[in-house]
């Protein structure tokens, strides 16, 4: 450590126009600096971040000779950057670098000029003696393994993965069901050009197959995952298929048998399969697969018959699990979402009544390639439905009950469902209850006004209270706030807008991933506007809408952005890893543990034969749990230890 | 067993047929029934309407009164006491200002002691630790649907019940509920437990009319009409009930009903506990069979069947 007397010390006060300068007195809080033991020169700017201001603090390193410098302006997170930068080019180490958060955690939240500026000179101060026992720290170097894993094969999952494949990158994807496709290929027409949504999917489906970089393991999951950014070791489990994708001829002679019928999937359950089945036509990869928890037994006394037909031979039995390890240098996070459950919504009655449907129930209807061809046949008894209600929001912005937030696209597909009903039953009644018809995108408002202005559909403003059955109508209960009247509805079939929720099976894999979820489940950006694709734990990227409910441009923009910023990891030849980690000294370390269990990376582990701690120094992400953990004082963060809290606090807390 | 139970001021008035039914019931299902000493009426829903401190007393001294009594827990059928009662423990449980208050109040209380004839002062805090318990919970939780079918002397497998819960059982979910406001199964689970054919109808939960029989009846016939032509729709020969309000409006009223709906010819509405008790063998006259303005001894069996239409 640098001796205290030594260090020459420059503090830069910005005004950042009246941001604080309007409440702070920059000014004395220079003048006073001055002053405090270490501080060789002290000065305030207008707008420090500015090119003169970065001029001002790089020229004064240089001609005063200075060993650390306070820059007392915004939150670090904004311009730490910047002027660690400007330091290193005046020659300085840039962890001698210090911001003093004057601007949010002063003068953004206090009015009073007095006491702002009093609390500025400690913040400043406290930074000061932070500064004195600062040593100069070099980053840490790692080696990066140029192949990225994307887990989900939908459209957010496929698309990162061709354009980090078209960067020249390998890439391996990972699919929980036997094809990928996820679920876009099941949506019908797509809002606002109404384009078939398999017409779109399927070219990148197959393009994904072909493409010499992109291995794609479906029917498979990520069983673990350990190591650091840019050294990932995967473990992939891949389910039996008891198919051979190589020598199956698609002929459908073993479904023909299968004696096993099932729901389909792939049809949200309004039609049926057999156990021995492919997805949909266009699955990829393309080939059968045995459903082994609906398989009614392979040995010849309980079924055998679909390898009895099988002329291509392609029907395995003894094909067992496999765990396929990997190594890759970063990892896409596209797991997408599901819908949330009916059941929760007691009051709509969707768990008892078949002609109450969710919003990708109503897309299967719809689709060309679903249950009825197309045809709009409501699922009790197959009548084309004369009158149908639409209920957005069902679960959505519902705090008290259900999830607080908007699910975001369902002002556009209720529309889109409700236009295209009209479409196919000209004399039919379509109404829409909403709270509000959000419909902020390209082209969006245009084709919301269209659904009533072209094709006559209802909006009503309000909220439905109860649907039930009487005779065969359902009897919608719900309230027109414009005119504050109650309205009873007569319906063939209501479709819910459900909303969108984390996937089932995320919460289990986000733990396994160790990335950060929010309240609600879905997935945490670094910085939710300048970091939107990023995770807080390094090489972990975001895509679609295991981040949150997004349409498809939406999630093919972020898609692209994390292939991006894959490539941009990819592109350098070693990565440098932040230096201020939690090290163990190892004479205090008496190997209690505590630490471990604290650490959220994983970074540390105890030495079973010296009975001491060992830091992986890049996983290490300078939390400090540890350091507030161990009670022997052994964990010391760089630049951050003990002895430096207690100047800073002593700084702050003196008259 | 015993237990604390509070029957409320109109069972001992109005809805006699609910209170002497309880009593056979859990006589028959050696249940002892221990009302608090010197109990008041609840506030019926004033304390809940006007959140004033000085109506939410006398609930909260019935509670503090069982709990004198050695008591942890208090019974209630009537569906409107329960909710009263409830609401106000949850008031001692969640919101402190009110627990200060209505302390502070209660501590002035004074009390001629029987035997002594002393007097009492100064009374302990209440701090909420008093079950409100509904029957139905107390039947479910306590004494357990497999002693309960153990106890049954009459096979009621012929009656189509309907389950009306009305809005007090339910509403609001957080302070009164004893189960799922929108898709609820107790009182059914009940029903099936004594042995009725259980009938589901989409009208359960909802409102009778309420108080505006007093002030405006032609608004409340047709809530309660509705009601009573979904259960007769949905193939229920019976409508079961806990609240005597509900009662009111849909069984004592029935002639208002009719005088609005001509087709209307009545319906056979019983409260819970008539059906409980006449499962375990009570008989007509003990319960109040007599006593209700559409009689339900033809559906039940006891006389000859009656034309019902809605």
Same mark, same amino acid.
């Given at each position: 450590?640098?001796?205290?007397?030594?260090? @020459?010390?420059?503090?830069?006060?910005?005004?950042?126009?009246?941001?604080?300068?309007?409440?702070?007195?920059?000014?004395?809080?220079?003048?006073?600096?001055?002053?405090?033991?270490?501080?060789?020169?002290?000065?305030?700017?207008?707008?420090?971040?500015?090119?003169?201001?970065?001029?001002?603090?790089?020229?004064?390193?240089? +001609?005063?000779?200075?060993?650390?410098? /306070?820059?007392?302006?915004?939150?670090?997170?904004?311009?730490?950057?910047?002027?660690?930068?400007?330091?290193?080019?005046?020659?300085?180490?840039?962890?001698?670098?210090?911001?003093?958060?004057?601007? +949010?955690?002063?003068?953004?939240?206090?009015?009073?000029?007095?006491?702002?500026?009093?609390?500025?000179?400690?913040?400043?101060?406290?930074?000061?003696?932070?500064?004195?026992?600062?040593?100069?720290?070099?980053?840490?170097?790692?080696?990066?393994?140029?192949?990225?894993?994307?887990?989900? %094969?939908?459209?957010?999952?496929?698309?990162?993965?061709?354009?980090?494949?078209?960067?020249?990158?390998?890439?391996?994807?990972?699919?929980?069901?036997?094809?990928?496709?996820?679920?876009?290929?099941?949506?019908?027409?797509?809002?606002?050009?109404?384009?078939?949504?398999?017409?779109?999917?399927?070219?990148?489906?197959?393009?994904?197959? @072909?493409?010499?970089?992109?291995?794609?393991?479906?029917?498979?999951?990520?069983?673990?995952?350990?190591?650091?950014?840019?050294?990932?070791?995967?473990?992939?489990?891949?389910?039996?298929?008891?198919?051979?994708?190589?020598?199956?001829?698609?002929?459908?002679?073993?479904?023909?048998?299968?004696?096993?019928?099932?729901?389909?999937?792939?049809?949200?359950?309004?039609?049926?399969?057999?156990?021995?089945?492919?997805?949909?036509?266009?699955?990829?990869?393309?080939?059968?697969?045995?459903?082994?928890?609906?398989?009614?037994?392979?040995?010849? /006394?309980?079924?055998?018959?679909?390898?009895?037909?099988?002329?291509?031979?392609?029907?395995?039995?003894?094909?067992?699990?496999?765990?396929?390890?990997?190594?890759?240098?970063?990892?896409?996070?596209?797991?997408?979402?599901?819908?949330?459950?009916?059941?929760?919504?007691?009051?709509?009655?969707?768990?008892?009544? +078949?002609?109450?449907?969710?919003?990708?129930?109503?897309?299967? /209807?719809?689709?060309?390639?679903?249950?009825?061809?197309?045809?709009?046949?409501?699922?009790?008894?197959?009548? +084309?439905?004369?009158?149908?209600?639409?209920?957005?929001?069902?679960?959505?912005?519902?705090?008290?009950?259900?999830?607080?937030?908007?699910?975001?696209?369902?002002?556009?597909?209720?529309?889109?469902?409700?236009?295209?009903?009209?479409? @196919?039953?000209?004399?039919?009644?379509?109404?829409?209850?909403?709270?509000?018809?959000?419909?902020?995108?390209?082209?969006?408002?245009?084709?919301?006004?269209?659904?009533?202005?072209?094709?006559?559909?209802?909006?009503?403003?309000?909220?439905?209270?109860? /649907?039930?059955?009487?005779?065969?109508?359902?009897?919608?209960?719900?309230?027109?706030?414009?005119?504050?009247?109650?309205?009873?509805?007569?319906?063939?079939?209501?479709?819910?807008?459900?909303?969108?929720?984390?996937?089932?099976?995320?919460?289990?894999?986000?733990?396994?991933?160790?990335?950060?979820?929010?309240?609600?489940?879905?997935?945490?950006?670094?910085?939710?506007?300048?970091?939107?694709?990023?995770?807080?734990?390094?090489?972990?990227?975001?895509? %679609?809408?295991?981040?949150?409910?997004?349409?498809?441009?939406?999630?093919?923009?972020?898609?692209?952005?994390?292939?991006?910023?894959?490539?941009?990891?990819?592109?350098?030849?070693?990565?440098?890893?932040?230096?201020?980690?939690?090290?163990?000294?190892?004479?205090?370390?008496?190997?209690?543990?505590?630490?471990?269990?604290?650490?959220?990376? %994983?970074?540390?582990?105890?030495?079973?034969?010296?009975?001491?701690?060992?830091?992986?120094?890049?996983?290490?992400?300078?939390?400090?749990?540890?350091?507030?953990?161990?009670?022997?004082?052994?964990?010391?963060?760089?630049?951050?230890?003990?002895?430096?809290?207690?100047?800073?606090?002593?700084?702050?807390? @003196?008259? | 067993?015993?237990?604390?139970?509070?029957?409320?001021?109109?069972?001992?008035?109005?809805?006699?047929?609910?209170?002497?039914?309880?009593?056979?019931?859990?006589?028959?299902?050696? &249940? *002892?029934?221990?009302?608090?000493?010197?109990?008041?009426?609840?506030?019926?829903?004033?304390?809940?309407?006007?959140?004033?401190?000085?109506?939410?007393?006398?609930? &909260?001294?019935?509670?503090?009164?069982?709990?004198? *009594? #050695?008591?942890?827990?208090?019974?209630?059928?009537?569906?409107?006491?329960?909710?009263?009662?409830?609401?106000?423990?949850?008031?001692?449980?969640?919101?402190?200002?009110?627990?200060?208050?209505?302390?502070?109040?209660?501590?002035?209380?004074?009390?001629?002691?029987?035997? !002594?004839?002393?007097?009492?002062?100064?009374?302990?805090?209440?701090? #909420?630790?008093?079950?409100?318990?509904?029957?139905?919970?107390?039947?479910?939780?306590?004494?357990?649907?497999? !002693?309960?079918?153990?106890?049954?002397?009459?096979?009621?497998?012929?009656?189509?019940?309907?389950?009306?819960?009305?809005?007090?059982?339910?509403?609001?979910?957080?302070?009164?509920?004893?189960?799922?406001?929108?898709?609820?199964?107790?009182? *059914?689970?009940?029903?099936?437990?004594?042995?009725?054919? &259980?009938?589901?109808?989409?009208?359960?939960?909802?409102?009778? #009319?309420?108080?505006?029989?007093?002030?405006?009846?032609?608004?409340?016939?047709?809530?309660?009409?509705?009601?009573?032509?979904?259960?007769?729709?949905?193939?229920?020969?019976?409508?079961?009930?806990?609240?005597?309000?509900?009662?009111?409006?849909?069984?004592?009223?029935?002639?208002?009903?009719?005088?609005?709906?001509?087709?209307?010819?009545?319906?056979?509405?019983?409260?819970?506990?008539?059906?409980?008790?006449?499962?375990?063998?009570?008989?007509?006259?003990?319960? #109040?069979?007599?006593?209700?303005?559409?009689?339900?001894?033809? &559906?039940?069996?006891?006389?000859?069947?009656?034309?019902?239409?809605?």
């Amino acid at each position: 450590m640098m001796k205290k007397e030594k260090k @020459r010390i420059g503090v830069f006060v910005c005004h950042c126009g009246v941001n604080i300068a309007g409440v702070v007195d920059v000014a004395r809080v220079a003048e006073v600096l001055k002053e405090y033991p270490g501080v060789e020169l002290s000065a305030d700017y207008v707008y420090m971040c500015s090119e003169p201001g970065q001029q001002m603090v790089l020229d004064k390193i240089k +001609e005063e000779k200075l060993d650390a410098v /306070i820059v007392a302006a915004c939150s670090p997170t904004l311009h730490e950057g910047t002027f660690q930068h400007a330091a290193e080019l005046a020659g300085l180490n840039p962890h001698q670098v210090e911001i003093a958060n004057i601007r +949010e955690q002063d003068a953004w939240v206090h009015p009073d000029r007095e006491r702002a500026t009093d609390k500025a000179i400690r913040i400043v101060r406290s930074m000061v003696e932070k500064a004195i026992q600062n040593e100069d720290l070099e980053p840490i170097k790692v080696g990066v393994t140029r192949k990225a894993l994307v887990i989900g %094969g939908g459209v957010a999952g496929l698309q990162s993965a061709l354009d980090i494949a078209e960067q020249g990158y390998e890439v391996i994807v990972v699919e929980k069901e036997p094809s990928v496709g996820g679920k876009m290929i099941q949506l019908s027409e797509t809002f606002p050009t109404l384009d078939c949504s398999q017409c779109i999917l399927t070219p990148k489906m197959v393009e994904a197959t @072909r493409h010499p970089k992109i291995r794609l393991m479906t029917y498979s999951e990520v069983e673990s995952i350990s190591g650091f950014v840019g050294n990932f070791k995967v473990r992939i489990k891949k389910k039996p298929r008891f198919v051979d994708e190589d020598l199956c001829k698609l002929c459908n002679d073993c479904a023909d048998v299968c004696p096993q019928v099932v729901p389909d999937e792939y049809n949200m359950g309004l039609s049926f399969r057999k156990a021995i089945y492919m997805p949909f036509p266009q699955a990829v990869p393309g080939t059968y697969t045995l459903d082994r928890d609906n398989c009614l037994g392979t040995l010849p /006394i309980r079924c055998g018959k679909c390898k009895d037909v099988c002329d291509a031979k392609a029907i395995d039995y003894d094909m067992k699990e496999e765990i396929i390890e990997e190594e890759v240098g970063a990892v896409v996070v596209a797991t997408g979402y599901d819908l949330y459950d009916m059941k929760a919504l007691g009051e709509y009655g969707g768990e008892h009544y +078949e002609d109450v449907v969710n919003g990708l129930e109503f897309e299967r /209807i719809l689709s060309a390639s679903g249950p009825t061809g197309g045809k709009v046949q409501r699922p009790s008894d197959g009548k +084309e439905p004369q009158n149908v209600v639409f209920i957005q929001c069902a679960g959505s912005r519902d705090p008290e009950y259900h999830n607080s937030y908007c699910s975001k696209i369902c002002c556009m597909y209720t529309a889109k469902h409700a236009m295209l009903y009209k479409h @196919r039953v000209h004399n039919g009644n379509a109404t829409v209850f909403y709270i509000d018809v959000r419909t902020g995108g390209k082209n969006f408002d245009e084709f919301y006004q269209r659904t009533i202005d072209e094709d006559g559909v209802l909006y009503l403003r309000g909220k439905v209270s109860k /649907i039930f059955k009487e005779g065969d109508k359902l009897l919608v209960w719900g309230v027109d706030t414009l005119t504050g009247q109650k309205v009873e509805v007569e319906a063939d079939m209501v479709v819910l807008a459900m909303a969108m929720t984390k996937a089932d099976g995320a919460p289990a894999l986000m733990k396994k991933l160790k990335v950060a979820v929010d309240a609600n489940g879905w997935l945490g950006e670094a910085h939710p506007k300048l970091r939107p694709v990023e995770s807080l734990n390094q090489g972990f990227f975001l895509a %679609g809408c295991a981040h949150g409910p997004k349409d498809i441009p939406e999630t093919v923009s972020q898609a692209s952005a994390a292939a991006a910023k894959v490539g941009a990891l990819f592109a350098k030849t070693e990565l440098m890893h932040e230096p201020t980690i939690v090290p163990v000294v190892e004479e205090l370390c008496s190997g209690c543990g505590i630490c471990v269990s604290m650490c959220p990376y %994983g970074a540390r582990t105890l030495d079973q034969v010296q009975h001491v701690i060992e830091v992986n120094e890049v996983l290490c992400e300078g939390c400090g749990a540890c350091a507030a953990a161990c009670p022997a004082g052994a964990a010391q963060q760089r630049n951050q230890s003990d002895n430096q809290i207690f100047s800073m606090v002593n700084a702050i807390l @003196r008259g | 067993m015993r237990v604390h139970y509070y029957p409320g001021c109109t069972l001992k008035e109005k809805a006699t047929n609910l209170e002497d039914s309880t009593q056979a019931a859990m006589a028959r299902l050696n &249940v *002892e029934l221990v009302e608090p000493k010197g109990w008041t009426c609840c506030g019926a829903e004033f304390p809940l309407i006007t959140e004033k401190i000085h109506g939410l007393t006398p609930p &909260v001294r019935i509670l503090r009164q069982v709990q004198r *009594e #050695g008591g942890d827990k208090v019974v209630t059928t009537c569906a409107f006491c329960f909710a009263v009662l409830k609401r106000a423990n949850r008031a001692m449980l969640d919101n402190p200002e009110q627990h200060m208050r209505i302390n502070a109040y209660l501590k002035e209380d004074i009390e001629i002691d029987a035997l !002594t004839k002393e007097k009492v002062t100064d009374f302990d805090a209440y701090d #909420g630790d008093v079950s409100p318990l509904h029957l139905l919970e107390f039947i479910r939780d306590e004494i357990g649907y497999g !002693t309960l079918k153990q106890h049954l002397k009459r096979d009621l497998s012929h009656l189509k019940v309907a389950a009306y819960y009305g809005c007090r059982l339910l509403r609001p979910k957080k302070e009164v509920a004893i189960d799922d406001p929108e898709s609820p199964t107790i009182f *059914e689970d009940f029903l099936r437990a004594i042995g009725c054919t &259980v009938i589901d109808f989409p009208f359960k939960q909802e409102c009778c #009319g309420s108080y505006l029989s007093a002030s405006m009846p032609e608004s409340s016939n047709e809530p309660s009409y509705r009601i009573l032509k979904s259960a007769k729709l949905n193939g229920a020969n019976v409508l079961a009930m806990s609240c005597p309000l509900c009662y009111y409006n849909m069984e004592t009223r029935q002639d208002r009903i009719r005088e609005q709906y001509l087709t209307f010819g009545g319906f056979p509405v019983l409260y819970f506990t008539q059906l409980l008790a006449w499962a375990l063998g009570a008989d007509a006259e003990v319960i #109040g069979l007599e006593k209700h303005a559409f009689d339900p001894r033809p &559906v039940l069996g006891i006389t000859q069947d009656a034309e019902v239409s809605v």
